[in-house]
């Protein structure tokens, strides 16, 4: 594959998938499960993100093909675990991409809603199609937009002299599983940085620029993420927060602004396709790379001659998530995809720790291994029954998948 993508464009892609739809419909369900103390989930969560963050940044450095962790899995631990993240990574971010095109649809036309996910997701395919330079610079325009969007919001409410800064107080509601458990469902929001490793044959120096790249996404993330959340929970309060539909727009209602809605809208749906896009790109390039090994069927390996994509497993994956995208639910979307994900990263950790035996080395791939796999079981019992369901078959299909691999 060719490489082409610098740090910035890098950057960008890691922030497409991070300051996407999550950030406009994540903090409702977090504020439903932690209460008041959303912001201690919200702290906890980009906590196990950092860890995550710099256990896949060595990681990259060390072995920069596409992949992300399915890749180190596979050096590190052994094809099994390799199979087991690949898997765990490709379903619940296939969920992501469906949670994505429904957002764009509810808020574009939502009586539509999912003929416009299809819709979503059949053009964004073919853009990803065309070659990652292209989708990294329509990833660009979408991004500085979004942030544009966010930014208004937080100047509106924090202007219009209404916020409570007692509402950030922690209340007697607040109690630790709540907590962990907005933590895994805000945790949604901030893995964006797994496309940028998943991209390591198309980045140009991977040794310096995804390492670097993680970085900066992660830390604008966090910051964004940071000022959002305090602007709408000291306008909203917790509760109403956790009835939110639209809690950006809600928020920007409640401060006495409620034409400016439509534009919240606007960049909602415009956050959505650019979450989309970039997950598009890291799916197929995980399904690539399991292709290539077998684990996935050996055709799905193939790369366009001209563009230089894997172009079978992109319209695979986008025939997936387009037949998904018309029978899910966005909410239940969110905290089966945070499951899967968070598996990944437990096995991105365990990796990690392997690279060296220094005990302060290893602290961070531990807190990072010890968080994802807490903040996967306290999730939402129905989420991790059905993601613990789905990861179960892939490690079923590996143990039996011995002629496949064979190329039987």
Same mark, same amino acid.
């Given at each position: ?47 196990i993100a950092v860890c995550n963050a ?29 199979? /087991? ?40 395919t073919a853009v990803s199609y065309a ?5 990294a610079t329509l990833t660009r325009l ?81 910051? /964004? ?8 929970? !000291?306008?909203?309060?917790?509760? $109403? ?7 950006? !727009? ?65 319209? !695979?994956? $986008? ?79 590996? /143990? /039996? ?8």
């Amino acid at each position: 594959m060719r490489r082409r993508l610098g740090t910035f464009d890098t950057v960008m892609l890691g922030l497409g998938s991070m300051i996407g739809a999550g950030i406009f419909v994540a903090l409702a369900p977090a504020a439903a499960a932690a209460g008041s103390g959303l912001l201690v989930g919200l702290a906890v969560a980009a906590l196990i993100a950092v860890c995550n963050a710099m256990s896949s940044a060595r990681l990259a450095a060390r072995y920069p093909e596409s992949g992300g962790t399915y890749v180190y899995g596979r050096e590190r631990l052994g094809p099994f675990w390799g199979h /087991t993240a690949g898997w765990s990574f490709i379903v619940g971010k296939t969920a992501s991409c469906a949670a994505m095109a429904l957002t764009v649809g509810y808020y574009v036309w939502p009586a539509y809603a999912n003929a416009v996910a299809v819709g979503s997701v059949v053009a964004l395919t073919a853009v990803s199609y065309a070659g990652v330079q292209r989708s990294a610079t329509l990833t660009r325009l979408i991004v500085a937009l979004v942030l544009g969007v966010l930014a208004m919001v937080v100047v509106v409410v924090f202007g219009s002299g209404d916020v409570d800064a007692s509402r950030l107080a922690l209340g007697p509601d607040v109690d630790a599983y709540g907590v962990l458990q907005a933590a895994g469902l805000l945790f949604f929001a901030f893995a964006g940085y797994a496309r940028i490793a998943t991209l390591g044959e198309e980045v140009r120096d991977p040794a310096r620029t995804i390492p670097r790249a993680i970085g900066l996404a992660l830390v604008i993330a966090l910051l /964004t993420y940071a000022v959002v959340a305090v602007a709408v929970l !000291a306008q909203l309060g917790s509760t $109403g927060l956790a009835t939110a539909d639209a809690p950006l !727009a809600d928020a920007v209602r409640a401060a006495g602004f409620p034409a400016l809605a439509p534009v919240v809208a606007v960049g909602a749906a415009l956050a959505a396709l650019g979450a989309l896009l970039a997950l598009l790109l890291g799916v197929s390039r995980t399904t690539l790379a399991m292709a290539r090994d077998r684990h996935l069927p050996h055709p799905l390996a193939h790369v366009h001659p001209g563009h230089g994509t894997p172009q079978r497993a992109e319209v !695979a994956v $986008g025939v997936v998530v387009a037949v998904v995208a018309a029978v899910v639910d966005v909410r239940s979307a969110i905290g089966f995809s945070s499951f899967g994900v968070l598996l990944y990263y437990a096995v991105a950790n365990a990796s990690a720790w392997t690279l060296t035996a220094t005990p302060r080395a290893r602290l961070v791939p531990a807190v990072g291994l010890i968080g994802c796999v807490v903040l996967a079981f306290t999730l939402p019992p129905v989420s991790v029954l059905a993601g613990a369901a789905v990861v179960l078959v892939g490690m079923l299909a590996y /143990t /039996t998948g011995g002629a496949l691999r064979r190329g039987v």
